[in-house]
């Protein structure tokens, strides 16, 4: 009965928490709050750094960043660009 709790209590915590999660690159990433993906590329020491964001299945402008909104529940993609050979 003790286990039965706990794992129901565990359940409600988790799907509480992810109330403000994004799916970043597959994986949750706890938003504290809706930003621009500009925003999102300063919290994730991106910015300014060649990279490809898809957001909720489009592809975005590197111009389109600032004017984009990232809310709870969306899926972000974002893929650095490495030059080499």
């Known amino acids: 009965m003790i286990l039965d709790f ?4 565990g359940t409600v915590a988790s799907v509480m ?3 403000n999660d ?3 690159n597959g994986s949750p ?3 504290a709050e809706p930003c621009s993906v500009s ?3 300063e919290l994730l020491n991106m910015k300014g750094k060649p990279v490809v964001v898809e957001h909720n299945g ?8 600032s004017r984009v909104t990232v809310s709870p529940g969306d899926r972000v993609e974002i893929v650095s660009i490495v ?3």
């Open 29 to 31: 990433y706890e938003l």
């Open 6 to 9: 706990f794992s129901c209590c």
């Open 39 to 41: 925003r999102l590329l």
């Open 17 to 19: 928490a992810a109330q």
């Open 58 to 65: 489009a592809a975005l402008l590197p111009q389109d960043f």
């Open 22 to 24: 994004i799916m970043l």
């Open 83 to 85: 030059a080499g050979g």
